[in-house]
Nanobody, 117 residues
Framework: QVQLVESGGGLVQPGGSMRLSCVASGGDFSVYLMAWYRQTPGNQRELVASMATCGNPVYADSVKGRFTISRDNHLSAVFLHMNNLRPAEAAVYYC???????????WGQGTPVPVSS
């Protein structure tokens, strides 16, 4: 059974930093696209960052230069390091793994990241 477990969320002050982690179990995810999404109440999930197996990152325009996505295939893990967080970025952050060739995809449980002073 595939499971994605997120960790690292919690209250952060505006301008602060936070690192999210997502570790998968139950399979080999080295060929999966790994990504982070976020969602606020009443809105759809939006893509924050993604990283393919080749290691090239893709970022939403709003987070470029402040967020960094990385992955460790040996650990089946993806990480999101967020700097200079803004109050509007308070959201529930989700990791997502996608195997493009089959469409198999999995979500993490979601990690709340409140941004407030």
């Amino acid at each position: 059974q595939v499971q994605l477990v997120e960790s690292g969320g919690g209250l952060v002050q505006p301008g602060g930093s936070m690192r999210l982690s997502c570790v998968a179990s139950g399979g080999d995810f080295s060929v999966y696209l790994m990504a982070w999404y976020r969602q606020t109440p009443g809105n759809q999930r939006e893509l924050v960052a993604s990283m393919a197996t080749c290691g090239n990152p893709v970022y939403a325009d709003s987070v470029k230069g402040r967020f960094t996505i990385s992955r460790d295939n040996h650990l089946s893990a993806v990480f999101l390091h967020m700097n200079n967080l803004r109050p509007a970025e308070a959201a529930v952050y989700y990791c997502h793994f996608l195997r493009g060739s089959t469409g198999h995809n999995y979500w993490g449980q979601g990690t709340p990241v409140p941004v407030s002073s």
